[in-house]
């Protein structure tokens, strides 16, 4: 497990609890978390700090299309390939990618 960055101990002790319970899950390969400018906070497994701004990207971009009306959509997107699922989702400013086995 990588950590890129964060700040408040409180809050890192939290997401680090959360984080390590995802990447726990059977079938995860990895896990990305990255902030709201694509920076990478955390990354585990398969998952590569490289990704992160593509994948705040692509979560951005699933706003805009789901609900332009609401500020509160955060939409799953869902990339799957022959042998990995990527789901990415935003929430509270944090977008996350799980890297799933098929």
Known sequence: VRSC??????????????FSQIAAQPGVKGVLCADSLGLCIKESGFAASRSSGFVTAI????QKLADS??????????????KTTVLIQQHDGIVTAIYKSE
């Open 5 to 18: 960055g964060f700040g408040d101990v409180y809050k890192r002790q939290q997401f680090d609890r959360a």
């Open 69 to 82: 009306d609401s500020i509160y959509v955060n939409p799953i997107v869902t990339i799957e390939t022959d």
């Open 59 to 62: 979560s951005t971009l699933a």
